[in-house]
């Protein structure tokens, strides 16, 4: 019996004209990491589960892909979970990375500036735009709390989406101004709480999140001290302002502002572009606990499809892993949503194509060892070409280069044998040509 | 408590150099895909079970990585092993590409050419050179039974390994060579036993094929008739001439010579460079069932590692997704090993390196904004640089980017801010000059 030809949900399939899109992001991004001399690197698909449980919270837990230990018996008979697997399907670029530089401390040079491309795989339930198995494309500076390193970063956000013609906002904000926050209205020990409602004000609105907050335990008086932060309008100045004497009392909170000023300041005094495009949120949390100074994320202006690019400074992600006092700071960029961005906007290169410039016709044996003989001439000049393999109808032959969309067809029949010829036809003008082969390359070079 | 910093057995972490060098070899091949019109896909890491299981006989069954289902309790209660698992981890290329065809047929035009590379999973037992991850580089034509499309196939592999300055010998053989072997001894129905055998000649010698052809139940009468197979000499050509007489009572084997010399023939008459490494080799099988014409197989030359190219044509491969008919064929490359052979004889190019060429040593706040804004204008031109992140001591800049094997060291001090120059230190020779800095992109173009 044929087994049926499908795929598990949440995953895809890339055909190729959608692959040669992603690659033109993957490129891009890539190229840019490049020039400011991240390296790349790449870990394994699997990790220990020892290696990613309890690295993503509960939920993540329990969406991680985990694998079947080899060489089990067809019938399994109560065993707990983790004696049957040991391994997980990688859920995101970050912690694999805080394992490498743990694990490989020996061989690189610190500060140590890496990017990774590749696939992560979370067992979330698939919808639109949200997959189980989707690229990420991670940069990180480890070794170095150097706020240098987050002006780099946003400079590369910007000039990648530059590069990618995509109008972006790039929000930042700072843990410890979150830390501030919730230390002067008498609730330190609260920040998760806190950053996770605050993080939900533009979803959910004001009065769903001051109910979240009350049942989370907090008081209302803290509540009523949080609101102008809930309310905080005006460009990033007028908020850094605010901040400044709202969090007047609170040391962390002090030291998240200068971390933020300091970002702001060099980026005028160069007359960076960034400008334009960053801006102070205090709503930013970002959900994730690592993180300890400056939090990034960015969205698209054109299109409401969420962040398409995210991350922040982490003071002690490798402590996990055994080696404490280490920062690093990086971000994160979500190819699949960048290629929706970029589809819907209409925004990928015109020449983004799954074609070869030329076709051979193939009219059997003799004129096919030609066609090859010219291909040949061909690739010493870096054309692309195919050779129709077999001396099918001709009208078979001229159907395929049109839904090809293959611009020019080669084709040498006889006449073309005898007097050492090839008529090229240009196949959307119609327009044929006649050639000396010795010619050939040149015509297309 | 810390997790330790460790990954599954069998895997591996790729370190920037190490990435560096596998990227050539994946650009390489990919080149020369696109060259002759080959089109890139994916497929998703996980697929169906149902997709998987049966197509790599039972110790690929065995050898499956199996992704346990979501939302399973902590302890499993006796339950069946495919009860709690329904997808596994992609084992090869060829049977996703397969289920990937009949998914998409009304997608694709036919004769559909793709490329393919990604990384495969297998649970076999880590040694030197096997890895339970590991990548794949597969092309593939479908759709198309014109020997022409073996013509090219030999054609790519013998400009890749080419260009990538590996000697190889390129082996062929063909299916119903193999089949009419079996027939005219009188053993059709052994077909398998017998391959499998003949695959085995050059590592255990005649004696021990023989004893292993009589335990399969092959009576001796028909091994002294395949004798002259098993020690069969000579050039192709000569080969050739004898399973002309050999197999002159089988259909089927004369089949599979007239296949043969035609590849042999074409490529004589366009004096192909391909002829140097092609030898008909009776004793190829390639253990895989679903070879229905030519088999191909490539070793290097200089290093005794195995395989590192092989392939062949499948009649019917399409046919276990319910789509008959469909003849293909397409070569896998085997990228990790032939890493290991390029690491061996020393075959990378020199300038495959994990450096920059600019560092700029960092000398405080004002000094790293004059850094920023000349990499900006290195950047307008294509020229990669970092910035030391923090004005640390010089000892330890300039130790970083000795250790990083940075070319050349920008220095921006008091003085040249004031000049608004650069000196530039060639780390090499150890000489230093100074530059202005509306210069210093030109500089290093």
Known sequence: MASQASIPKGTRDFLPLVMIKRNFIFQTIQEIFLLH?????????????????????EEGDRLLFRILNSGLPPVIETKPLKEITEKGLRYDLTVPFARFVVQHRNEINFPFKRYQIQPV???????????????????????????????????????IFKKLNINIT????????????????????????????IDKIEKIGIEKVTEELLAKGIPSTAIEKLKPILTLQGNSEERLAFLETFLINSETGQKGIVEVRYLFEFLN?????????????????????????????????????????GGGRYDDLTGIFGMPNTSGV?????????????????????????????????????ESRQAFLLQQELLKNNISSIIFPSAAKLKKQFDYANKQHIPFVAIIGDKEMENHTVSVKNMITGEQEMIEQTKFAAFFR
């Open 37 to 57: 001399g991240y390296l790349p690197i790449e870990t394994p698909a699997m990790e220990t589960l020892s290696t990613l449980m309890g690295k993503y919270g």
């Open 269 to 309: 005094s160069v007359k960076s572009p960034v400008l334009q495009e960053l801006e102070l949120d205090t709503s930013l949390a970002r959900g994730l606990n690592y993180y300890t100074g400056a939090i990034i994320e960015v969205k698209a202006n054109d299109v409401a499809i969420g962040s398409i690019c």
């Open 170 to 197: 790039l929000k930042i904000n700072n843990r410890k101004i979150l830390a501030g926050i919730a230390e002067v209205i008498g609730q330190a020990n609260k920040l998760t709480d806190i950053t996770v409602a």
């Open 330 to 366: 990086g971000v994160s960029f979500g190819a699949d949503r960048i290629f929706d961005v970029m589809e819907q906007l209409n925004l990928f290169p015109e020449n983004l194509q799954t074609t070869v410039p030329v076709m051979f016709v193939n009219f059997g044996e003799n």
């Open 121 to 159: 795989w979370r067992g979330d339930r698939p919808q639109k735009g949200r997959y189980r198995e989707f690229y990420q494309c991670d940069i990180d500076v480890i070794g170095s709390n150097a706020l240098l390193n987050e002006i780099e970063l946003l400079n590369i956000i910007h000039l």
